[in-house]
């Protein structure tokens, strides 16, 4: 799960921002930030590991506190500000991306996912930059989601469907309802879930299954 901090003096833009990337299955944010002091005492790599940063913020800008951090996460600049001063400006602070504030969320998530793994994706030009990102476009699930076999993702599917019963799973799947106890262990034990109900929700979240 990759950890995201966003630093943004626009309270709806970035909350609209949080909200979409909460909606992504290998992205959680952990907090944010509306002022320059807010982020500087707000954040580090030990606790974030990538900070969205907007260039203007209260009190000091984004790029003045990314210079400030001791040891600042791997940063993107996302800003109404997209011209080749200011990216210029931000490579030289220490960032990794500069991204418009119009920038699809899908582009954005492969940024985060890009820098996450160390790639610096702020001098590419736009062939490279469009070639990285599509390696980064597919959530990086947690070990324990991507071990699961396609009969556990059937169950989960069934499930999500609201078809819960160990019988009816049982009939579904033509496998005895043993079976099907069995699977749901490894299930639960996979996502970190307790029941049947909270495997539903937390493969949909997962984008594991359909929400049909």
């Known amino acids: 799960m990759i950890r995201v901090w966003i630093a943004d003096d626009h309270h709806l833009f970035a909350e609209g ?5 909460n909606s992504i299955p290998d992205m959680r944010v952990q907090g944010m930030s509306h002022t320059g002091p807010d982020l500087l005492s707000s954040v580090s790599a030990a606790t974030t590991d990538v900070l969205l940063v907007d260039l203007e913020l209260p ?3 984004g790029l003045e506190v990314l210079r400030a951090l001791d040891r600042p996460p791997p940063t993107i600049v996302v800003t109404m500000h997209a011209d080749s001063e200011h990216q210029k400006e931000a490579r030289m602070s220490g960032a990794r991306g500069f991204f418009s504030k119009s920038t699809p969320l899908a582009t954005l998530a492969a940024a985060v996912r ?3 793994s160390g790639e610096s994706l702020i001098d590419l030009g736009n062939e490279d930059l469009s070639s990285t990102l599509d390696r980064h476009r597919r959530p990086v699930l947690e070990p324990g989601a991507a071990a699961l076999t396609e009969r556990e993702k059937e169950l989960l ?3 999500a469907r ?3 019963a160990t019988e009816d799973l049982a009939d579904e799947l033509y496998i005895s309802q043993k ?6 262990a490894n299930i639960f034990g996979k996502l970190g879930v307790n029941d049947r109900t909270q495997a ?3 493969a949909i979240r997962l984008g594991l299954v359909d929400r049909k």
């Open 200 to 202: 539903a929700v937390e």
């Open 162 to 164: 609201g078809i819960s």
């Open 157 to 159: 599917a069934l499930l």
């Open 179 to 184: 079976t099907v106890k069995n699977h749901l």
């Open 114 to 116: 890009a820098v996450h």
């Open 59 to 61: 009190q000091a800008s």
């Open 17 to 21: 921002l949080s909200q979409a990337l």
